[in-house]
């Protein structure tokens, strides 16, 4: 078969998708399922959908094409805010887009009035990560304004954490989100639908028992593809770790010594290589580099060791055994290196287990419905 290649099993997935969908229904919570680590891969976004979740998210409003062009049918929404010169894409192809800026939605106002369409906005708050959000204080003015903009619709507030900073959601920041959907209701007599609490780093929160107050949406795309929770990287009880994982193929197995021979000076990516002399390995090359995947982030078998990575290589270093030339080696990825295999030209995905049944958006909530 060919390498190196992703194995993605797609039941594996709609399992993961399901199970923290029907955990969170109890507490209220709607999720968004992320897609923007498969560049928007319509076999995943299906499999997500059959796992109920009600809608779908991505960064790259090319991702969100792509998905249209496939059929797959489910509200989408921008999770990135737009880029002015992409404003006229974004009201044809999403529903929602997360906005911070004023600018931003005035021209997506305006583009959606010569469309003919209306776009939902999702305003994101900053609540302490310091990425994307307006200043809670600026909120109430940045309302004000859009209020008043024509084929514009306020769907709700949200926020995002533990990006930037490894801020952790908890009861305080996701109780100030609360207070301002309910100070925005009581200023403008509005309805805030959409409290989006933030990502798969807001899952120890909500399964801690804490109270959730208004949060009644969550946009997941770590916890779901890989299992794990992002703040500590633990794996979530009932998911599985190995919906996706890597092959690759080994080019050249020898017999070398560990201590390289001549004058050191930076290797072709600027470190300089840590060597300790432990005499002759057993050292193997795979055929996949840095342009497929992020090496740190791949989790092996205990007897096989990571010893270095260029553009193309992966040097391996084996204990006990040979690999021979042509063999495989299987590895689990982390987001890191999820991210960059999905988004490499060079890396085929095999697509497993598909579900012959269709996927339906799940109608939960009116929220992020076109
Ligand atoms: C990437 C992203 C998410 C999903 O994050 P995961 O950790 O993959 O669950 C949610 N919201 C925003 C704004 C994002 O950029």
């Known amino acids: 078969m060919t390498a190196p290649r992703l194995e993605i099993d797609l039941a594996k997935l709609e399992h993961n998708a399901g199970t ?9 919570i709607g999720v968004t399922g992320v897609t923007k680590a498969t560049l928007g891969s319509p076999e995943i976004a299906r499999a997500m ?12 409003i090319e991702n969100i094409q792509a998905m249209r062009d496939a059929q797959v049918s489910s509200p989408m929404t921008l999770i990135r805010s737009p880029m002015l010169s992409q404003a006229h894409r974004v009201v044809a192809h999403a529903d929602v887009s997360f906005n911070t800026e004023l600018a931003v939605i005035t ?3 305006l583009a959606a009035q010569r469309a003919g369409l209306t776009h939902g906005i999702m305003l994101m708050v900053e609540l302490g990560d310091l990425r994307e959000g307006i200043m809670p204080d600026d909120l109430q003015d940045t309302v004000r304004a859009i209020l008043r903009l024509p084929s514009i619709l306020l769907k709700g507030i949200g926020t995002n954490l533990a990006c930037r900073c ?3 959601p908890d009861s305080r920041n ?41 949060i009644n949406n969550l946009r997941l795309g770590e916890a779901i ?24 193929e080994v080019i050249e197995s020898k017999t070398k010594p560990s201590q390289p021979r001549g004058i050191i000076a930076q290797s072709a990516f600027g470190d300089e290589p840590d060597v300790c ?18 090496p740190s982030g791949l989790q092996m078998r205990p007897d096989v060791d990571v010893l270095g990575a260029s553009s193309d290589h992966l040097i391996v270093e084996t204990h006990g055994f040979r690999l021979a030339v042509g063999r495989e080696l299987q590895f689990q990825l982390n987001y890191s290196a999820l991210l960059r295999a999905m988004t490499s030209p060079f890396v085929a995905r095999i ?16 929220t992020f419905a076109p």
């Not at 923290?20 to 209220?28: F, H, S």
């Not at 697509?351 to 009116?366: F, I, V």
């Open 20 to 28: 923290l969908v029907e955990r969170l229904r109890g507490r209220g």
């Open 49 to 60: 959908l059959r796992g109920g979740v009600q809608g779908l998210g991505d960064s790259r």
């Open 107 to 109: 021209e997506l106002s």
């Open 166 to 168: 490894g801020v952790t």
């Open 174 to 214: 996701m109780q100030e989100l609360c207070s301002l959907a309910c100070s925005l209701e009581r200023t403008f007599g509005i309805a805030v639908d959409t409290v989006s609490g933030g990502n798969s780093a807001n899952l120890n929160w909500v399964f801690s028992g804490a109270d959730t107050g208004r």
């Open 225 to 248: 593809l890989l299992g794990r929770e992002p703040l500590h990287r633990e794996p979530i009880p009932g998911l599985h770790l190995d919906a996706v994982i890597l092959v690759a």
């Open 277 to 294: 002399n432990r005499g002759d390995v057993s050292q193997a090359i795979l055929a996949i580099g840095l342009q497929d995947v992020d």
């Open 351 to 366: 697509m497993k287990n598909e579900s012959p049944r269709p996927e339906t958006a799940t109608p939960l909530a009116a």
